[in-house]
């Protein structure tokens, strides 16, 4: 195991920089995952980590051992693609042992690894088998067990769910997660989900245009988004957002641009008439209270009910544990919950509070 050190580090194709100076520190041991939208570079990141891609300027530590010029063979990583990358031609004890037979590792010694990982990960009784035999699950598992027996410092995992279906996703997020609770390798894992995110990773960089955002534990970025983008991206459903200003005063409001008035615990010193965003996450709303929303659609899940309603000129969205008998058009008292309220100034998009 190893630790993982991006130091300004920064990427660009001839004029055209794509990585503006990224630093993040991964300690040994780590599960951390790069997220954000297609584009933001957490692909290319993950792949100057690796070697694959040259860097532009800055440094990568792997161990604390800087490694800009070393070939990914000596990085002593192991990396699992989005499309597996398995040999048809060879079996499945063949694809997990092949980076083994490469370095000339005894074959008893071989065959003790690609067992050990295939007791892990459930392949015991296809290691016979071709992957055109396998399903998409059982291809990734060995995809995983290929990295594992390599027993690297370092784990590179490139969105190696996307495609899988979402019930298998959902499995195969638990299978991934308790492997690194039983290995404890230093894990780098890309995906554009931030669900798979916040359920996988014990700390999450949030990427956009080649910059972070925000660095923290899961549920600091869902509590405390330090901007607009981090606030809009974490969380499912997204935040809804109201643009208006603020109003200290004694009882401290929001005024929506329609005037429509939110409520506030607080309010930022010298804020008065502050052009702004109020935040809200659907599920931090409550039935009855001061805010008069229109129903547009009512979604009943079972466990709990989404509505879709209009507020302030505009469509916000609740998730309510109760169920709710109330139609398209009629009128809909709901409170956010003050204490889960997020103020963001209009033009910088950074966090007030």
Known sequence: MASVDLVDVRKAYGDHEVIHGVSISISDGQFVA????????????LRMIAGLEPITAGEIRIDSKVVNDLEPKDRDIAMVFQNYALYPHKNVADNMGFALQMRRVPKPQIAERV?????????????GRYPRQLSGGQRQRVAMGRAIVRDPKVFLFDEPLSNLDAKLRVQMRAEIKELHQRLKTTTVYVTHDQVEAMTMADKIVVLHDGVVEQIGSPLELYDRPANLFVAGFIGSPAMNMIQGIIRPGATPTFEAEDGTQLPLSGAPSNSDGRKAIYGFRPEHLTLGGPVKTEIAVIEPTGSETQVVARLAGQKIVGVFRERISARPGEMLAVAPNLSSVHLFDATSGQRLQ
């Open 34 to 45: 790069l997220v954000g939208p297609s584009g933001c570079g957490k692909s290319t990141l």
């Open 115 to 127: 067992k050990r990982a295939a007791e892990i990960l459930g392949l015991v009784p296809y290691l």
